[in-house]
């Protein structure tokens, strides 16, 4: 019915956890600095709260962005088992029981 991708590459993994951690970080040291001007610790924690909503919405779901570079599957190999006549282990149940 939908057609909603489900994946994320590996380029797109990386870009996703270094976005989540530079906006973690940012939201951190703007939160600290915003916290110690007002004297509300609360406030600290409501901005880094912010950040990672923030930071949860970009990068946890799987964004066309992060699919730029699918891998290249390798073709299955196929092999053909050669069995010489007499070799066969099943020789046995072939065989009608009396």
Known sequence: MFDIQTHMD???QAKA???S???????????????????QFSQ????????FLLSSLITI???PFYRNNPLKWQKP?????????????DEGKNKKKK
Do not use: M, N
């Not at 600290?44 to 950040?51: E, F, I, K, M, S």
């Not at 050669?82 to 282990?89: E, L, M, R, V």
């Open 10 to 12: 590996f380029v797109g």
């Open 44 to 51: 600290t924690v409501y901005v880094l709260g912010v950040g």
């Open 61 to 63: 779901p799987p964004w």
């Open 21 to 39: 951690r530079l906006i973690i970080t940012f939201f951190g040291v703007i939160g600290l600095v915003y916290g110690a001007v007002v004297q």
């Open 17 to 19: 956890e270094r976005w």
């Open 77 to 89: 190999v196929i092999t053909e088992q050669k069995t010489q006549a007499g070799d066969s282990g």
